[in-house]
């Protein structure tokens, strides 16, 4: 792990007043926080209202700048946020910004095309526990390889959208053309090249806008691209080492590590700029009147190393269920707050209006398995108690199998919550998978078992069906 | 400038800081203006001190990266299962796990010891499955030996895992003979290293596990599964007939080590494999892939209790309701499910998982490609990088 500022390293540099405007009980309890950047230090009022704090302001700043600079793609709610790394590994405190999944538009679409994909781009989402998984921005290909028509495109689908937007074209003069158009919404531009850094990056100090530095020749390459451009005064860069699949996965997978690793550990500052990966890049290889799904296949399996392998922003074209589920899933697992403890509190939950004839049901306190049944039976709308076992935080399956979920731990614990006193009947649901403990159970608590689903998502026509109260 | 700075009690210094270097001939700042907008000021006074140096690079300004390596004093342990004829056995090849001195996939400071290998999930009765993987297997449900082979000889699997599950109490309670009986036919019909795995039950896994340590001995099996609760009898059996054991731990560090620990006082540190658990996709997935990727590092770091090749449960990915359920909507589960493992897979692949233990034959072969892909580290040319902006891709896909 690199050096990030410990509390000590930031709190001379505070006011020291103790004053409490951010809502701390003084400054040292605000430096503890930023060290664990679960605080913005514009939650400092007074150091950027003083002039006299303006040298400390300014060190502070330099202090805690994350080793992964982060930039800003896009205006207003929309906008996405990619980079601000703090971390190589996400147990080494946490991942923050959550990578931006772009979709690709080919600016050759017209009318309803255009319009119908930026729809679907928009709509596609899936609850999952408790939240709606989404993508994030658009972007756009400079298929024609025609100016004007590339700025039309760019013109259109910033009239769409307010979603973030990537400008994608090796080619200057088209970058030139849409950076004009939509620079108030402030695109990303793809890319600046070994060939065209001077064009390209005289584009983005112009607009200022953020730039893509993009060279797949090597490392040394890229980092001498980066050092130009930021000579040129171009301030938000964006990585790309170039992604390339299948035999070229190795390669692809070792130079992000490596540009993740110099920037974090390394504390290169040079290549500390948010990584971009295009997956998108599997359907240069696709043969015409071949199988769609096959390359679906790979740009999912190149997206998902991205995704674990250091990427802040990726851009692929598939848009399906059950391409997109399995990244979105991925980003969102890795994304979590690794402090996030595995187990939930045990206890009896009420949903919906309980009485003395609803029915419970029972599951264990492993987080992942108590919000997945809580949201089946929400979104169910029905009433029930759920009695949440104590099994050291692990799943029904691993708990029955490892000995943390037994007969005698639910009796325990259905006398502990005393449920029999919310309930006139003794009738307990069993999770499906705890099917084997049920006989058990039935003994040794007094409680009749009835085995409910295999899944949780089975509970809302168990109930309906009415066989649990049944003789 | 034309305030009155004593006045304020302070001087530009101190305001500007840093800054005082910047050239402000030109400037003209009211005190008070300066302090209601002095944030923007700064900023803007820097960038346009920075624009104003700025000259146009009139060629590439060279700039290296310094590989960024790290130091890892500890070795992963070696393991090899199986054996052949000449080294006491009847398998046709081994395979060795572990021996990593990097952490996975950093080809940059070294390349993985040994390749990460696939053991396929065989039964020895037929058990629920999801439909897109039961489509594989329907013909030889009944026929554990039947099943081994498809595996190897149609699915490509590295090597076997025969679970033993009826001889749980539940679920037919066989006796630790008819499980012998089993992994015998197991071992006649496939050559490859063979895995037993036991049922879960806490009274039948001691003695099952046992018996098939004795019939496979030669072997170097892989006795899964030693957990804190029943491990001696297991690391006994272990001890007596050479075989290894899967350490099983449910996501626990210090549990991990702490079994480890236990199981030292019978076998030697060769003889263990470490299993932290295997949570699905959007089910924990989290959990597992840092557990592994902790454990790794600390083993390469140097503690000796975590320095053991990993094992994976990757089935059950097919926890996941996403991987199975009948849903339209979400698109065909013929594809959804071994995406599901695979991606599953993937993830702990990255993270430095060696054994992985599959069912679906689409997902095994995927993982089999991401582990040749994954090896390789070559300078690509850049002609192989197409130009992704301007491809046509058919519509509709």
């Given at each position: 792990?690199?050096?990030?500022?410990?509390?000590?390293?930031?709190?001379?540099?505070?006011?020291?007043?103790?004053?409490?405007?951010?809502?701390?009980?003084?400054?040292?309890?605000?430096?503890?926080?930023?060290?664990?950047?679960?605080?913005?230090?514009?939650?400092?009022?007074?150091?950027?209202?003083?002039?006299?704090?303006?040298?400390?302001?300014?060190?502070?700043?330099?202090?805690?700048?994350?080793?992964?600079?982060?930039?800003?793609?896009?205006?207003?709610?929309?906008?996405?946020?990619?980079?601000?790394?703090?971390?190589?590994?996400?147990?080494?405190?946490?991942?923050?910004?959550?990578?931006?999944?772009?979709?690709?538009?080919?600016?050759?679409?017209?009318?309803?095309?255009?319009?119908?994909?930026?729809?679907?781009?928009?709509?596609?989402?899936?609850?999952?526990?408790?939240?709606?998984?989404?993508?994030?921005?658009?972007?756009?290909?400079?298929?024609?390889?025609?100016?004007?028509?590339?700025?039309?495109?760019?013109?259109?689908?910033?009239?769409?959208?307010?979603?973030?937007?990537?400008?994608?074209?090796?080619?200057?003069?088209?970058?030139?053309?849409?950076?004009?158009?939509?620079?108030?919404?402030?695109?990303?531009?793809?890319?600046?090249?070994?060939?065209?850094?001077?064009?390209?990056?005289?584009?983005?100090?112009?607009?200022?806008?953020?730039?893509?530095?993009?060279?797949?020749?090597?490392?040394?390459?890229?980092?001498?691209?980066?050092?130009?451009?930021?000579?040129?005064?171009?301030?938000?860069?964006?990585?790309?080492?170039?992604?390339?699949?299948?035999?070229?996965?190795?390669?692809?997978?070792?130079?992000?590590?490596?540009?993740?690793?110099?920037?974090?550990?390394?504390?290169?500052?040079?290549?500390?700029?948010?990584?971009?990966?295009?997956?998108?890049?599997?359907?240069?290889?696709?043969?015409?009147?071949?199988?769609?799904?096959?390359?679906?296949?790979?740009?999912?399996l190149t997206a998902a190393s991205m995704i674990v392998r250091y990427s802040d922003a990726v851009v692929v074209h598939s848009l399906d269920m059950w391409t997109n589920l399995p990244l979105t899933f991925l980003r969102s697992n890795l994304y979590t707050d690794p402090v996030k403890p595995v187990a939930v509190e045990a206890g009896l939950q009420e949903f919906g209006d309980v009485d003395a004839d609803s029915p419970v049901m029972y599951t264990t306190n492993f987080a992942l398995t108590y919000f997945t049944v809580e949201s089946d039976i929400k979104q169910a709308g029905v009433n029930a108690y759920l009695l949440v076992v104590d099994t050291e935080g692990m799943s029904v399956q691993s708990a029955v199998a490892g000995r943390r979920l037994t007969a005698e731990k639910v009796a325990e614990a259905l006398e502990e919550y005393k449920v029999s006193e919310k309930v006139k009947?003794?009738?307990?649901?069993?999770?499906?998978?705890?099917?084997?403990?049920?006989?058990?159970?039935?003994?040794?608590?007094?409680?009749?078992?009835?085995?409910?689903?295999?899944?949780?998502?089975?509970?809302?026509?168990?109930?309906?069906?009415?066989?649990?109260?049944?003789? | 400038?034309?305030?009155?700075?004593?006045?304020?009690?302070?001087?530009?210094?101190?305001?500007?800081?840093?800054?005082?270097?910047?050239?402000?001939?030109?400037?003209?700042?009211?005190?008070?203006?300066?302090?209601?907008?002095?944030?923007?000021?700064?900023?803007?006074?820097?960038?346009?001190?920075?624009?104003?140096?700025?000259?146009?690079?009139?060629?590439?300004?060279?700039?290296?990266?310094?590989?960024?390596?790290?130091?890892?004093?500890?070795?992963?342990?070696?393991?090899?299962?199986?054996?052949?004829?000449?080294?006491?056995?009847?398998?046709?090849?081994?395979?060795?796990?572990?021996?990593?001195?990097?952490?996975?996939?950093?080809?940059?400071?070294?390349?993985?010891?040994?390749?990460?290998?696939?053991?396929?999930?065989?039964?020895?009765?037929?058990?629920?499955?999801?439909?897109?993987?039961?489509?594989?297997?329907?013909?030889?449900?009944?026929?554990?030996?039947?099943?081994?082979?498809?595996?190897?000889?149609?699915?490509?699997?590295?090597?076997?895992?025969?679970?033993?599950?009826?001889?749980?109490?539940?679920?037919?309670?066989?006796?630790?003979?008819?499980?012998?009986?089993?992994?015998?036919?197991?071992?006649?019909?496939?050559?490859?290293?063979?895995?037993?795995?036991?049922?879960?039950?806490?009274?039948?896994?001691?003695?099952?596990?046992?018996?098939?340590?004795?019939?496979?001995?030669?072997?170097?099996?892989?006795?899964?599964?030693?957990?804190?609760?029943?491990?001696?009898?297991?690391?006994?059996?272990?001890?007596?007939?050479?075989?290894?054991?899967?350490?099983?731990?449910?996501?626990?560090?210090?549990?991990?080590?702490?079994?480890?620990?236990?199981?030292?006082?019978?076998?030697?540190?060769?003889?263990?494999?470490?299993?932290?658990?295997?949570?699905?996709?959007?089910?924990?997935?989290?959990?597992?892939?840092?557990?592994?990727?902790?454990?790794?590092?600390?083993?390469?770091?140097?503690?000796?209790?975590?320095?053991?090749?990993?094992?994976?449960?990757?089935?059950?990915?097919?926890?996941?309701?996403?991987?199975?359920?009948?849903?339209?909507?979400?698109?065909?589960?013929?594809?959804?499910?071994?995406?599901?493992?695979?991606?599953?897979?993937?993830?702990?692949?990255?993270?430095?998982?060696?054994?992985?233990?599959?069912?679906?034959?689409?997902?095994?072969?995927?993982?089999?490609?991401?582990?040749?892909?994954?090896?390789?580290?070559?300078?690509?040319?850049?002609?192989?990088?197409?130009?992704?902006?301007?491809?046509?891709?058919p519509e509709g896909a």
């Amino acid at each position: 792990m690199g050096k990030l500022p410990g509390p000590l390293d930031i709190y001379p540099l505070l006011p020291g007043t103790n004053c409490e405007e951010c809502g701390e009980a003084n400054c040292m309890a605000f430096a503890t926080k930023l060290a664990e950047y679960t605080v913005k230090l514009t939650a400092c009022a007074p150091l950027y209202r003083e002039a006299k704090y303006v040298k400390k302001l300014i060190n502070l700043e330099d202090l805690i700048r994350p080793p992964v600079r982060e930039v800003v793609i896009g205006t207003g709610e929309k906008a996405a946020s990619i980079g601000g790394k703090l971390v190589l590994y996400r147990h080494d405190l946490r991942y923050s910004n959550p990578i931006a999944f772009f979709v690709d538009v080919a600016d050759t679409l017209e009318g309803d095309a255009l319009s119908q994909r930026v729809k679907a781009i928009e709509d596609w989402t899936y609850m999952y526990i408790g939240q709606n998984l989404r993508l994030d921005g658009i972007a756009l290909r400079g298929v024609s390889q025609d100016p004007q028509t590339f700025a039309k495109a760019a013109k259109k689908l910033s009239s769409l959208t307010d979603w973030p937007i990537i400008l994608c074209s090796l080619n200057p003069e088209m970058l030139a053309a849409a950076a004009k158009a939509i620079a108030d919404k402030r695109p990303l531009l793809y890319a600046a090249t070994l060939d065209t850094w001077s064009d390209a990056g005289e584009i983005a100090v112009k607009h200022n806008l953020p730039l893509v530095a993009y060279a797949p020749s090597g490392l040394d390459n890229l980092a001498s691209l980066v050092n130009t451009l930021r000579a040129m005064g171009v301030e938000e860069l964006v990585l790309d080492p170039g992604t390339a699949s299948r035999t070229g996965l190795g390669t692809t997978v070792d130079n992000f590590t490596q540009l993740r690793r110099a920037a974090t550990i390394g504390e290169n500052e040079l290549v500390g700029y948010p990584l971009l990966a295009t997956p998108i890049s599997v359907w240069a290889d696709h043969k015409e009147g071949a199988a769609p799904e096959l390359t679906k296949w790979d740009e999912v399996l190149t997206a998902a190393s991205m995704i674990v392998r250091y990427s802040d922003a990726v851009v692929v074209h598939s848009l399906d269920m059950w391409t997109n589920l399995p990244l979105t899933f991925l980003r969102s697992n890795l994304y979590t707050d690794p402090v996030k403890p595995v187990a939930v509190e045990a206890g009896l939950q009420e949903f919906g209006d309980v009485d003395a004839d609803s029915p419970v049901m029972y599951t264990t306190n492993f987080a992942l398995t108590y919000f997945t049944v809580e949201s089946d039976i929400k979104q169910a709308g029905v009433n029930a108690y759920l009695l949440v076992v104590d099994t050291e935080g692990m799943s029904v399956q691993s708990a029955v199998a490892g000995r943390r979920l037994t007969a005698e731990k639910v009796a325990e614990a259905l006398e502990e919550y005393k449920v029999s006193e919310k309930v006139k009947h003794k009738i307990l649901i069993s999770p499906g998978m705890a099917a084997r403990i049920s006989g058990e159970t039935e003994e040794v608590s007094g409680w009749a078992v009835k085995v409910g689903p295999q899944d949780s998502s089975g509970i809302p026509k168990y109930l309906q069906m009415g066989k649990w109260n049944e003789e | 400038m034309t305030s009155n700075e004593e006045g304020r009690g302070q001087s530009l210094d101190d305001i500007f800081g840093d800054f005082a270097e910047l050239e402000l001939e030109n400037v003209t700042i009211q005190v008070d203006e300066l302090k209601l907008a002095l944030r923007p000021m700064v900023q803007q006074l820097a960038q346009a001190a920075a624009k104003a140096a700025i000259e146009m690079p009139k060629s590439l300004i060279p700039a290296q990266l310094k590989a960024p390596l790290g130091e890892y004093p500890g070795v992963i342990r070696e393991i090899t299962i199986g054996a052949t004829k000449k080294e006491g056995g009847s398998r046709s090849n081994t395979v060795t796990i572990g021996g990593h001195t990097a952490p996975a996939w950093d080809l940059f400071q070294s390349p993985p010891k040994n390749p990460p290998v696939i053991a396929a999930d065989v039964f020895d009765m037929p058990i629920p499955l999801a439909k897109a993987v039961k489509t594989h297997y329907r013909e030889v449900l009944e026929d554990p030996a039947e099943w081994a082979k498809l595996c190897v000889d149609k699915f490509g699997a590295d090597v076997i895992t025969i679970h033993l599950i009826s001889t749980d109490r539940q679920l037919g309670d066989t006796s630790p003979a008819a499980a012998a009986k089993t992994i015998e036919e197991v071992l006649q019909a496939v050559k490859v290293p063979i895995l037993i795995g036991s049922a879960g039950d806490p009274e039948k896994d001691g003695p099952v596990l046992a018996k098939a340590a004795e019939v496979c001995e030669g072997e170097r099996t892989l006795l899964c599964s030693a957990t804190i609760d029943i491990y001696e009898p297991i690391a006994v059996a272990a001890k007596e007939h050479d075989q290894i054991v899967l350490s099983w731990t449910s996501l626990d560090i210090n549990d991990q080590k702490e079994l480890n620990r236990r199981l030292i006082e019978w076998v030697t540190p060769d003889q263990i494999v470490i299993d932290p658990t295997t949570a699905a996709l959007g089910y924990g997935l989290e959990y597992a892939f840092t557990m592994m990727q902790r454990m790794r590092l600390a083993g390469l770091l140097g503690d000796s209790e975590l320095q053991y090749p990993i094992s994976s449960g990757t089935t059950n990915a097919w926890a996941a309701r996403e991987a199975w359920l009948k849903a339209p909507e979400l698109g065909p589960r013929e594809l959804r499910g071994p995406i599901w493992e695979s991606v599953t897979a993937l993830s702990l692949l990255l993270a430095g998982n060696d054994l992985f233990m599959m069912m679906h034959p689409a997902a095994m072969k995927t993982v089999h490609d991401l582990i040749e892909w994954l090896r390789e580290r070559r300078p690509i040319p850049v002609e192989e990088y197409a130009d992704w902006t301007t491809i046509d891709i058919p519509e509709g896909a």
